[in-house]
């Protein structure tokens, strides 16, 4: 079976054309004998591929990748528009990736997911390893998402940013207006915080496609319960 699947990737026939995506120069794009869309935009000059998959097992769902400087920036995908952890989708389809008959390219690849290492075979026993191994070498931090990267979906609880440190004063000015322009109503304030707690959240993860601050949000869904019980209990025995 190994042998059938070899000489069926042989035979792919990549075609050649400018590519109309910013920042690249030519695209390589063929039909796998699954029914897989394989294409590859690249430009020699800025060391920059980005690798993309149509999978036909699962409906024609799209995924792409970004390689900058032999380095992976970005995985993503394009029907949910979310950044995530896709490598097996590449690793998977590695044997085909390397038929693309261009050197060039292969080499700004940099053996990411396996691709142009001629006869590697990454079966179910050690994809993982491999998974691991090219996260473990390639990418990047979290708060070091590059130029053509974005932060990965995922819950944090210490890692803070610029952007958290001004959501945290946004959220305090907002809060303490409440409580100031309601006659000093903790119960108001106390609801206000708690809802910017849950919405930062929620702004963090559908429009930053980025992972929540954990902490970020405790201090105010937990300060703002506080703030509301106080105010509840001051009025009652008032």
Known sequence: ????????????SWKKRPSEIRNYQ???????DNNDYLR??????????????????EGG????????????????????GRS??????????SDYFSTIPAKEV????????????????IGQSNKKNWLDE??????????????????????????IRLIDAVDVIIGLGITGSVFYFLNFDYTAAGVAASFFGITIGLVDILFRTRAPLILK????????????????FYHVFK
């Open 106 to 121: 292969i080499k700004l690849i940099n053996k990411n997911y396996g691709i142009g290492q001629p006869g590697r075979k």
């Open 40 to 57: 590859v935009d690249y430009n020699v000059k800025t060391k920059l591929v980005r690798l993309y998959v149509e999978v036909s097992e």
């Open 217 to 232: 949000m405790l201090i105010f869904i937990v300060g703002g319960f506080a703030l509301y019980l106080y105010g509840y």
């Open 84 to 93: 995530s952890d896709f490598s097996e989708k590449f690793i998977e389809r």
């Open 61 to 80: 769902s799209p995924f792409y990748s970004i390689i900058k400087d032999g380095k992976i920036n970005i995985e993503k995908s394009v029907g949910t």
């Open 134 to 159: 090219t996260k473990r070498r390639y990418f990047k931090p979290e708060h070091q998402a590059g130029e053509y990267g974005r932060e990965r979906v995922g819950a944090t609880f210490g890692v």
């Open 1 to 12: 079976m190994g042998t059938k699947k070899n000489d069926s990737q042989q035979q792919l």
């Open 26 to 32: 030519r695209t390589l794009y063929t039909t796998a």
